[in-house]
């Protein structure tokens, strides 16, 4: 056996493995206090990878999940509204049939509710809303036929816009100007605004914000009389909105659902007619029945669209809870292993200063020797 004193074998093999044991021992501890096996790149790489990606997905699907539920509470006003109006056109077949009997006597005053109940078919549409989303009336409302024969390219006029308009029927417009005024006038309502004529070949836009019209037009615009500036605007048809349910770009992640309009001039209904006399009545119960018809095949639409987005968002709670399962056992420490972990490093570190204490006496035994 050979005695030095200038290196410590003993001793370097001892603080060796005390830390290899403390370096256990601060992992241990890392764990236990974070909760996470994996807390940083360098404990496992592909895990922490994997990881992540799934953390964003259950991100992504919390948030589907919510779309999902707010299209419910969308479509569920949207039929509290429909139901309404259900219950409005029954009231219409009860007093349309009271008025094509023959003993009936006051029919004026029938027709009178009739139309109040019309009325009331085309508030219903217009206010029921989600957030500022008109559900029952219809969108994108289309330039009908042209009436005025200067609304042409000739007269400067490049295009009319009425998509964001909204109106419970078709209506005529009138489109003045006069320099760089321009009024349009719908039914009894008007609005006037200014704007700056385009030069070369720019375009500039006329924005009648209160219809929800733009008028583009070019640098040949010239002045409109009321007689050449007419037009027709058709009122919107079907509401159209598209949820997004689900984390990818897929069409399968999408639900589309239409919604008609209800209005007693839209082709749902198309209420037409009067009871002021028994003839009319009898030909206004066959709208009626047309008409009730109709609406329950649409809002069958609508409880058909509500059950589909409630099994999606089912299945999106579904893939929720599992991959959270996946991320809690990638990341997630498992306490009894670590808190074995610790211990056993734990009673090394402390043994392991107890022999580093015994390996750094080993020298002194050389120092007998030289007396």
């Known amino acids: 056996m050979a005695f030095r ?12 493995w005390l830390g290899i044991a403390n370096a256990g021992q601060t992992k241990a501890l890392e764990r236990l206090s974070s909760g996470y096996k ?18 964003v997905k259950a991100v992504a699907l919390t948030k589907s999940v919510d779309s999902g539920n707010q299209a419910l509470a ?34 004026a005053a029938l027709d009178v509710e009739r139309g109040k109940l019309e009325s009331q078919i085309n508030n219903i549409a217009v206010n029921t809303r989600y957030g500022d989303k008109e559900l029952l009336h219809g969108t994108g409302s289309t330039l009908g036929s042209i009436t005025g024969a200067s609304i042409t390219l000739a007269n400067g006029i490049s295009g009319i816009d009425v998509s964001g308009s909204s109106f419970v029927s078709n209506m005529n417009a009138t489109l003045t100007i006069s320099g760089t005024s321009a009024t349009l006038a719908i039914g009894d309502s008007t609005q006037s605004v200014t704007f700056s004529k385009p030069l070369g070949i720019n375009l500039g836009e006329i924005n ?22 007419g037009f027709v ?21 999408r639900v589309s659902v239409s919604l008609a309009n209800f209005t007693t001039t839209g082709s749902t209904l198309n209420l037409t007619g009067d009871i002021s006399d028994a003839t009319n009545a009898k030909a206004y119960m066959s709208t009626l029945d047309t008409a009730i018809g109709n609406l329950t095949t649409e809002r069958g639409k609508v409880g058909a669209a509500m059950n589909q987005i409630s099994y999606q968002v089912a299945n999106l709670e579904t893939m929720y809870e599992n991959t959270k399962a996946a991320v809690s056992t990638i990341m997630d420490a498992d306490f009894a292993s670590e808190m074995a972990d610790f211990t056993k490093f734990q009673i090394l570190n402390q ?21």
């Not at 994996?38 to 990606?53: L, P, Q, V």
């Not at 919107?236 to 770009?249: I, V």
């Not at 043994?351 to 007396?371: D, E, W």
């Open 233 to 253: 605007i058709n009122a919107g048809t079907n509401s159209t909105f598209e949820y997004q349910l689900g984390d990818q770009n897929i069409d399968q992640n």
């Open 5 to 16: 004193i200038a290196t410590n074998t003993a001793s370097v093999n001892t603080q060796r």
């Open 38 to 55: 994996i807390n940083s790149a360098k404990d496992d790489a592909a895990g922490i990878a994997i990881a992540a990606k799934l953390s």
């Open 74 to 107: 969308m479509l569920q006003t949207a039929e509290g509204g429909i139901d309404q109006i259900s219950n409005i056109l029954t009231r219409l077949k009860s007093i349309a049939t009271q008025s094509a009997s023959a003993n009936t006597v006051d029919r």
């Open 208 to 229: 009648f914000s209160d219809f929800g019209v733009k008028v583009t037009v070019n640098a040949a615009i010239t002045d409109i009389p009321t007689a050449g500036g």
């Open 351 to 371: 043994s392991g200063v107890a022999m580093l204490a015994q390996a750094n006496q080993i020298p002194q035994m050389i120092l007998s020797l030289l007396k």
